[in-house]
């Protein structure tokens, strides 16, 4: 494992389309289910269908750089979900109930596999990829900004929202990991009424 | 990575007292840092100073067994916490509070290193170890069980019980990864605060 961290210097312009963007979210998909320690980078450019010189290339630093990117790549495909949830309801309660069907739903159409890929990479490196684990902790804070930002547009006080917003991405993610642990949606169900309680005890 | 799933053929009484109650510790601390990937039976064997065929000795199915000893040792020790701390509060709500600040210091004081042993573990064996996600799924649901418990011994009915009992043991867990990955207390204080709420608005 190459531990050297190094920002991508290639521009995705010059580069034939595709191949970066296939390799992480290659790395994203396995690192959700096995693990940051169970992927390694042979296996990744098996699977994206790219040679191991062209992951080295897109990835001098090697697996903690695709870690890295594999969970900002997580973060945006969560943000999208959860902004867009988020701006087709009214009530940001509404909202999470809505949202917690929808990642119940998805973890059962994926017979209990794929739960947070943030989550699932970042467990287990504790202490050594700070970059994976700074990563995981942008992530949860974007999440809990949008969820933070919706709380305000809907009128609740700054103070309130945010802390709000912390506890419904924790419990969010506890839930998601207790779903799939239980494969059941249960839950994940029963979270998303109490998070709406929760929030609507704030008005 | 032996896969063969056997139950441990020893009396613990018949065996040197302590040898596999080491290793069984020396996974478990290990997983919770390392994950069950990270972790291999080398290195259980050198830090818990036994020998590999004492460990294949006690655990003749390999790393799967080990792990579902850890995710079992991880189990019993939050159940006595979570047990002590109910038992030592009238008010759950309180309870919960008092165990969100004893966890959060608990993290703090190992650095942000040792999160919960049982999520740790489970993360990234999806699909691969049936044993160690049963194993979870008992301790996830043992620890709810516990808090429904408390709840019905302070008055709450059968149905509220059960189901703040699902979102206080999911929250807590999102809670701790959160604070792991944040390297903060706040996520569990938060979030503590709002299962206090939580609870005490169904009273």
Redesign the interface.
């Known amino acids: 494992m190459k531990t050297k961290q190094q920002e991508p210097r290639q521009d995705p312009e010059a580069t034939p389309l595709g191949t970066r963007e296939r390799i992480v979210r290659t790395t994203s998909r396995l690192?959700q289910?096995?693990?940051?320690?169970?992927t390694g980078v042979k296996q990744i450019a098996r699977e994206a269908e790219a040679t191991l010189g062209s992951v080295y290339h897109f990835f001098p630093g090697g697996k903690q750089e695709l870690g890295t990117a594999a969970v900002r790549h997580g973060d945006e495909e969560f943000a999208d979900i959860l902004e867009k949830m988020l701006a087709a309801e009214d009530s940001p309660a509404t909202a999470i109930l809505v949202l917690t069907k929808v990642l119940g739903e998805g973890l059962r159409d994926s017979?209990?596999?794929?739960?947070c890929p943030v989550?699932?990479t970042?467990?287990?490196?504790?202490?050594?990829s700070p970059g994976i684990?700074e990563a995981?902790?942008e992530a949860?804070?974007r999440w809990r900004a949008l969820v933070a930002d919706a709380l305000r547009r809907a009128g609740f006080g700054e103070r309130d929202a945010a802390?709000?917003a912390?506890?419904v991405?924790?419990?969010?993610?506890?839930?998601e990991?207790?779903a799939?642990?239980?494969?059941s949606t249960?839950?994940l169900e029963?979270?998303g009424?109490?998070l709406a309680?929760?929030i609507e005890?704030y008005r």
């Open positions: 690192m289910r096995q693990g940051y320690q169970g017979d209990w596999l794929d739960g989550t699932s970042v467990v287990g490196t504790a202490g050594d684990q995981a902790a949860f804070a802390e709000l912390y506890t991405i924790s419990a969010l993610e506890g839930a990991m207790a799939q642990v239980a494969r249960e839950p029963v979270v009424r109490h309680r929760l005890s």
